[in-house]
């Protein structure tokens, strides 16, 4: 069923596991993640950032949203795994209010690059519109590191927990982004990788509620091996190791964002294809690779997170 992100994270929460939220763009990775979650049996959340609507949509973010909801909802209405639809990263007011007004089960208020009063108003707006709508939010306090939203910080602003405490009771949010040291794309770590496990902690403590992880992709080697085998220059890529991983679920995170690990998966496929397959011009042919790979990727990753036969 097609449910609020809200109730699968409600849930996570008090049984200490995680859910990922995959990023999609397009039809195919949808069905990979969706084949996934039959297969482990497990809830999953499916997101959609501002650049995805604006892409489906070509150019109309409201057209993406509304396309990207009808999709959703047909896999989810006709399967017995919950699958929530969730706005990333929303920064644009007209963005934000198109895919409540679309039916996206929950939204992100990304207001995390402005000053804390700011952020506070934002969030509150959006709170107040969104919880009318039964629509629920999630907000991030700190910055990551790396290229977020076109926006480049050259180095991560991470979470003050007391601060997290206050603004979650100011806003009434449903669910919280911290910054713990993670930054989007597969080029996360320059050295070994670290995260804050103790503002983590901390966080959690304060709030007690969902959380969730920006920027936890892994980078799987042997997706990198493929690529780089046919031609893909993935040289440096470093994501968050599996074990870092596992210990950010035990100290409280319940909703993890993974969208590198999934391109990366379909390119290393669709080059691979392409590569042994001269001929080929069925598009249902030559991106079936690539969808395999996404779903092993998938499947391996809620099974890692503790949400498999957890629907
Ligand atoms: O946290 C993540 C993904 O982290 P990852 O890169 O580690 O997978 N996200 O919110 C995904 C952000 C995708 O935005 P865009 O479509 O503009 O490229
Ligand atoms: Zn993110």
Do not use: C, W
Not at 88 to 106: L, Q
Not at 122 to 144: M, N, P
Not at 237 to 256: A, C, F, H, Q
Request: aromatic share 8%.
């Amino acid at each position: 069923p097609y449910v609020n992100t809200k109730d699968i994270l409600e849930k996570a929460n008090k049984e200490y596991y995680a859910v990922a939220a995959f990023n999609i763009n397009n039809l195919e990775f949808l069905q990979a993640i969706v084949e996934g979650g039959i297969e482990k049996k497990s809830p999953l959340i499916i997101e959609t950032s501002e650049g995805a609507m604006k892409y489906a949509g070509m150019g109309d973010p409201l057209r993406g949203a509304s396309l990207f909801v009808k999709m959703v909802r047909e896999f989810a209405d006709s399967l017995d795994i919950p699958i929530a639809l969730h706005l990333d990263h929303g920064k644009n007011f007209k963005y934000i209010i198109s895919a409540i007004k679309a039916g996206y089960s929950s939204v992100m208020i990304d207001a995390s690059d402005k000053p804390l009063e700011e952020n506070l108003k934002a969030t509150k707006d959006i709170v107040r519109i969104a919880h009318a709508a039964g629509v629920s939010v999630e907000a991030e306090l700190g910055k990551l590191a790396g290229i977020e939203d076109n926006v480049a910080s050259a180095e991560s602003v991470l979470v003050n927990p007391d601060e997290a405490k206050y603004f979650v009771e100011e806003t009434q949010v449903d669910f919280l982004a911290p910054a713990i040291g993670t930054s989007h794309g597969a080029f996360k770590f320059k050295g070994e990788a670290k995260l804050d496990f103790d503002r983590l902690k901390k966080v959690k403590e304060l709030t007690k509620m969902p959380l969730v992880l920006h920027g936890a992709s892994s980078v799987v080697q042997e997706m990198v091996e493929i690529a780089e085998n046919y031609g893909a220059d993935f040289g440096g890529s470093k994501g968050v190791p599996s074990d870092i991983l596992k210990e950010t679920v035990r100290l409280g995170i319940n909703k993890v964002n993974t969208d590198t690990d999934l391109r990366m998966a379909f390119i290393a496929g669709l080059r691979e294809f392409l590569q042994n397959n001269p001929k080929e011009f069925d598009p249902r042919k030559y991106m079936e690779t690539a969808k395999s790979y996404v779903k092993k990727v998938v499947s391996d990753r809620l099974e890692l997170l503790g949400s498999a036969n957890k629907a």
